[in-house]
């Protein structure tokens, strides 16, 4: 089987290197050859020996070439890489991308292409790095009615909150480590911002629940308002900040929400640390199953797309309608994307941090619009205020309700001369 690679970055770098390296092994997984016969780059890598294999500083040139059988688009990017893929499509080529930026705003249009055409995109690479969760959820739990998963999986997000928190740096200095280590999109605000875990996050609930792509719906914020401050908070409350992707069925529809989460400690995904990304999955029949391992990074990366390479190859003879479905359902079992529910809906709970005055009645008065909303508080820190200092902070973690009533208890919280500057707000999550 012939390969041609688009992209030597990062990751199309560590997938030379590890397809060079374990080269014997993969033939043997695939019961044939595998060769790259052909990378479209616009530089070279030194990280990365190329010296045996023909380089064109012109990726459509891999796209249009009639040896290869299957492109892989490592590239990044929707614009020129929605066209690439086109173009090796409609060539007959099979597709493997790390690109979930590319899946989740053109899956539903590449995913027709490929059907219509009889090849495969694979994107195993495109969530959570090196772990399996595609193939898991896709096959792996294809016995279940998936109830809910939550995972963290942004590395880049992940490693800077860690950073934060048990070296005390600053969320400035952790990100610069982090685009260091290759870890980091080309633009570093999807990863702060949420939107890298929300283009992971509908490509896992497309296959969990069996619903086409809908990034548009997804409730999106980042950990670039999280402090240093909220961080140690939590750590008093017994809980962990982690920046997480949930999609979650109720009776009413799908919550699709990415956020900044406390979680508390002694669940396994609070304690996962650095670039490690997990999803916690769960399945009617199997239960709780967690999956665990480096979300980002170039071998690691190269480790997934190596295996949908295996995959392809192990499914050339098939016929493309006995092959797994792209989406994990057929396309005609695909249920309606007006099952997403708007954030007002979705259940949560809040952790709250309020700088107050220090005057008597203040907590009375919280207390009272938090209950006016059906809203109780679960626990509370009030510490003495700073020598000299006329506000104290007040965190309080409340009971669970719906969105829309949380949002207005803050906002009446707000409006009280008591309080002074917005209250801090992030969600929890028991997870379990
Ligand atoms: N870095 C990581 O740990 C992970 C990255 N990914 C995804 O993998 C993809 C690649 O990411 P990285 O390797 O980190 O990016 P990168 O920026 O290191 O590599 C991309 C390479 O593609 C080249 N390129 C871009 N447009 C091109 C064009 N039109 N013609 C020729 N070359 C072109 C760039 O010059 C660069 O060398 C992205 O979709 C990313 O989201 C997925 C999982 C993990
Ligand atoms: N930038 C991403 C790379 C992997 O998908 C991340 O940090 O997780
Ligand atoms: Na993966």
Known sequence: MKIGICGLGTVGGGTVNVMTRNSAEIAARCGRSVEIVQVGARRDNPDCDTSNINVSREIFDVANNPDVDV?????????????LVLTAIANGKHVVTANKALIAEHGNELFAAAAAKGVTIAYEAAVAGGIPIIKSLREGLAGNRIEWLA?????????????MREKGRSFEEA?????????????????VEGIDAAHKLVIMAS????MPLAFDKVFTEGISGVAKDDIQYADELGYRIKHLGIARRTGEGVELRVHPTLIPERRLIANVNGVMNAVLVNGDAVGPTLYYGAGAGAEATASAVIADIVDVARTLNVRPD??????GVTQESQGDLDEVLSMDDAETSYYMRISAFDKPGVMSKVATICSEQGISIEALIQHEPAEGEELVPVVLLTSRAREAQLQEAVSQIEALDTIQGPVVRIRVEPLG
């Open 71 to 83: 492109l892989v688009e490592l590239i990044g990017g929707t614009t020129v890489a929605r066209e």
């Open 151 to 163: 995972g963290i999986i942004n590395g880049t997000g992940n490693y800077i909150l860690t950073e």
């Open 175 to 191: 990100l610069s480590q982090a685009q260091a280590l290759g870890y980091a999109e080309a633009d570093p605000t999807f990863d």
């Open 207 to 210: 296959l969990a629940f069996g």
């Open 322 to 327: 006995q092959r797994v479905p792209l989406a």
